[in-house]
């Protein structure tokens, strides 16, 4: 069955440093590809996704992500955190010989500290 | 109002009960879900409707049952809940229900069944 694994369920960075929040996959084709934000009380908002083309794609509030077939990987990167970027972040794929159905990973807690 | 939301927002019940979530969009789409968000779980999507047909029921117990009255709205009636119940349950929807479309999140009702 397909799954999504979030290594990290906490990273702690400090603000102005870079971050990196892992995202593997298992899933047999060119998968579609999410990273969500959730705030605390809040719903999820989308970042960026990932279809196809260009494996590197750009998101909203300076995050972008790098689709790596080789390794399954769909790692989301920021150059340079800022307080407000403290929130939990899915990574969720989805595929179409599995319909139309997101899944989701665990989730990473970004904690940013001044 | 804009966007996607659910009143209400918090909700505490006993075990033999009856209560109804509500969900709306102002979006215009023709998809819409029910997830249950789980401290340190994946979300779980419990069932996806397209216009206002139930196309996804992810073996979710009767004591859920979902109402799609029309495309904007959707309905989750709770009865005689369990403890492990309690949750935090996104309402989402989508332009349709393919798997390239974004899902545009509500804030959730919190959930807690004594």
């Known amino acids: 069955a397909q799954s999504v694994t979030q290594p990290d369920i906490h990273i702690t960075v400090s603000e102005g440093a870079s971050l990196e929040l892992r995202c593997n996959y298992s899933?047999?084709?060119?998968?579609?590809l999410f990273w969500y934000v959730q705030s605390p009380g809040q719903g999820l908002q989308l970042l960026l996704k990932y279809f196809s083309g260009d494996t590197l794609v750009q998101g909203i509030k300076g995050f972008e992500a790098e689709f790596k077939r080789s390794q399954s990987s769909f790692n989301l990167r920021k150059p340079s955190v800022h307080w407000s970027d403290a929130a939990e972040y899915f990574c969720?794929?989805?595929?179409?010989?599995?319909?139309?159905?997101?899944?989701f990973g665990a989730g990473t807690i970004l904690r940013v500290k001044s | 109002e804009t966007g996607v939301t659910q009143t209400p927002r918090h909700l505490v019940m006993g075990m033999t009960n009856k209560k109804s979530l509500k969900c709306e969009q102002h979006?215009?789409?023709?998809?819409m879900y029910w997830y249950k968000q789980s401290a340190k779980k994946p979300l779980e999507l419990m069932f996806v409707?397209?216009?206002?047909?139930?196309?996804e029921n992810n073996s979710v117990p009767s004591r859920f049952s979902p109402e799609c009255p029309n495309s904007s709205h959707l309905f989750l009636h709770l009865h005689t809940l369990q403890p492990e119940d309690s949750a935090l349950y996104l309402c989402?929807?989508?332009?349709?229900?393919?798997?390239?479309?974004?899902?545009?999140f509500g804030p959730g009702t919190r959930l807690t069944v004594l």
């Open positions: 969720a794929v989805g595929a179409p010989e599995y319909g139309n159905k997101l899944v």
């Open positions: 989402a929807s989508s332009p349709q229900f393919v798997g390239t479309d974004t899902q545009y």
């Open positions: 899933y047999g084709a060119t998968p579609y």
């Open positions: 979006l215009g789409h023709n998809a």
């Open positions: 409707y397209s216009l206002e047909e139930r196309v």
